[in-house]
C-alpha cells in the first residue's frame, strides 16, 4: 500500500521536507500528552518549534503555516493534502491506511478544511468564518488544518483576516496555503514572513507518464504521450489520456496554425477559440449550478408562513443574488482556465517549431503534429516561430492583466497568421 505522498510526482525534496516535519509534529503531539507543558512555554509547542525556547532545528520542525508554490498542475493542492494526512495519520508518517490519512485523503476528515475558491476571489466574510472555526479544538485530538487552493486569489480583506489568525495561530491550527509563487502579487510579503515555503517543481514526463500507469491503469503509450503533451501538468495529462472530449479539444486549437490564411480565417479561429472556451466552461459548471440552484430554493420553500415569514422572504432574494453573483464569477473562471489551457497548448505547437528550426536536441511536446511544426519551422525560420510563440505568450499575460479576451485572442491570431 503506497502512503499519501505517492501521488507527489517528482518531488522527492519536497516530499522528505513534509515527512520530516510530520515526524517532529507527532513530537510536538507526543510531547503535550506527556507532563504538563512549562510554564514557560506559552503555546503548547515544543519549543524547538516555534522558537519560545532554545531552538534545535527550526528548518526540520513542525511549524503553524505553510505555502505550496509551483507552477499549475505541479501538485500544489495534492501536496498540501497528502501533508495534512500526514498530520493527522495515526501513526505520524501517512501510513495511507489508518483512519486518519483515510478520511482525509477522501476529504471528509472532521478538523480538515479545504477551500477551494469558486469565483475569481476569496472573500472577507468566508475568511472570517474560515478563522473561527479553525480556532476550536481538534476533535480527533491532533490539529485543525485549513488547506487554502489557490490563495492567490484572496481579496486584500481577506488576506488581512487571514493574517491575523496566521500571526497568532491557535495552538494546534495548521495553514497550509496553495500559490503559484511567492511573489507579492500572490501572496502579501506579511504572510508569507509568517510561512515556511515549499517549493514544487514542473514533474518531468517521464515521472508523469509512470504516475498515470501505475495508478490510473494507463497504456505506457497512452501515458508517455499524454505526459508530453501536457507538459508538466498532472491533472491535465491524465483528462487527456482518459476523456475523448478533451482530447477533441486539443485536437481542434492545433489544427489553428494551419488554417490561418488570411485576416479572415484569423479572425475566425479566434472566434472558434473563444466559443471553444465559453461552450467547455459553460459545461463544466452547469451541473453545479443547477444543483445549487434547486438546493437554494428547497430551502427558501421551506420558509412558511408564520410570524418572521416576511423577513425571511427578503433574506431569501438576497441569498438568490449571492448565488447568482458566485455562480457568475465562476463561470468566468472557469472561462479563463478553459482559454488559458487552449493557448498553453498552442505555444507548445511554436515551442516545438522554434526548437525544429533550431535544431534543438529536444523531444516535441506534441508528438502529434510534430510534422506539422517542422513544416512550421522551414517556412518561418527561428525567428518567425520565436515571434508566434511570443504572441501567444503576449495573449496570455494581457488576459491575466484583465484585458477582453476577444480582443487579446484576435491580436495575436493576426500576428500568428502575419508573424
Ligand atoms: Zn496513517
Redesign the pocket.
Known amino acids: 500500500m503506497p502512503?499519501?505522498f505517492a501521488d507527489l510526482v517528482g518531488q522527492d525534496e519536497a516530499v522528505d521536507t513534509l515527512r520530516r516535519a510530520a515526524a517532529s509534529a507527532a513530537a510536538v503531539l507526543r510531547a503535550a500528552h506527556a507532563p504538563a507543558p512549562a510554564a514557560d512555554d506559552p503555546d503548547g509547542y515544543a519549543d524547538e518549534v516555534d522558537g519560545d525556547g532554545p531552538a534545535v532545528d527550526p528548518g526540520a520542525g513542525m511549524t503553524h503555516a505553510w505555502i505550496f508554490t509551483g507552477p499549475p498542475g505541479s501538485g500544489r493542492s495534492v501536496a498540501a493534502r497528502a501533508f495534512a494526512?500526514?498530520l493527522?495519520?495515526?501513526?505520524?508518517?501517512?501510513?495511507?491506511?489508518?483512519?486518519?490519512?483515510?478520511t482525509t485523503m477522501t476529504g471528509t476528515h472532521a478538523d480538515v478544511r479545504l477551500v477551494v475558491p469558486e469565483g475569481l476571489s476569496i472573500g472577507v466574510g468566508e475568511m472570517r468564518a474560515l478563522v473561527l472555526r479553525a480556532a476550536s479544538t481538534p476533535s480527533g485530538g491532533r490539529w485543525q488544518i485549513v488547506i487554502i487552493e489557490d490563495a492567490d486569489r484572496l481579496t486584500e480583506a481577506a488576506g488581512n483576516a487571514l493574517l491575523k489568525a496566521v500571526e497568532e495561530p491557535p495552538p494546534r491550527t495548521v495553514f497550509l496555503l496553495c500559490a503559484p509563487s511567492t511573489h507579492p502579487d500572490d501572496v502579501s510579503v506579511t504572510i508569507r514572513s509568517r510561512c515556511r515555503v515549499v517549493p514544487l517543481r514542473q514533474p518531468p514526463a517521464g515521472a508523469v507518464a509512470e504516475v498515470l500507469v501505475r495508478r490510473d491503469g494507463i497504456a505506457p503509450d497512452v501515458a508517455q504521450w499524454a505526459a508530453a503533451a501536457a507538459q508538466g501538468h498532472v491533472g491535465r495529462a491524465r483528462r487527456l489520456a482518459r476523456d475523448p472530449e478533451a482530447r477533441q479539444r486539443r485536437d481542434a486549437v492545433l489544427a489553428v496554425p494551419r488554417r490561418l490564411t488570411g485576416v479572415g480565417t484569423a479572425l475566425d479561429a479566434a472566434s472558434a477559440l473563444i466559443e471553444a472556451a465559453e461552450a467547455e466552461a459553460e459545461a463544466s459548471v452547469a451541473e453545479a449550478d443547477a444543483a445549487e440552484r434547486a438546493a437554494l430554493q428547497t430551502a427558501l420553500g421551506a420558509g412558511g408562513t408564520g410570524r418572521g415569514a416576511a423577513g425571511a422572504m427578503r433574506g431569501a432574494a438576497g441569498q438568490l443574488k449571492d448565488l447568482e453573483k458566485r455562480q457568475k464569477s465562476r463561470a468566468t473562471r472557469a472561462q479563463r482556465d478553459a482559454l488559458d489551457r487552449a493557448l498553453v497548448d498552442l505555444a507548445g505547437f511554436y515551442r516545438d517549431a522554434l526548437t525544429m528550426a533550431l535544431r534543438a536536441p529536444v523531444a516535441p511536446v506534441h508528438t502529434d503534429t510534430a510534422a506539422m511544426a517542422e513544416a512550421g519551422a522551414q517556412k518561418w525560420a527561428a525567428e518567425g516561430a520565436l515571434r508566434r510563440l511570443e504572441a501567444v505568450l503576449e495573449c496570455r499575460t494581457a488576459i491575466e492583466a484583465n484585458v477582453k479576451p476577444r480582443i487579446a485572442v484576435e491580436a495575436m491570431m493576426l500576428t500568428l497568421w502575419k508573424g
Open positions: 502512503d499519501v494526512a500526514a493527522q495519520c495515526a501513526y505520524g508518517t501517512g501510513c495511507g491506511e489508518c483512519p486518519g490519512c483515510h
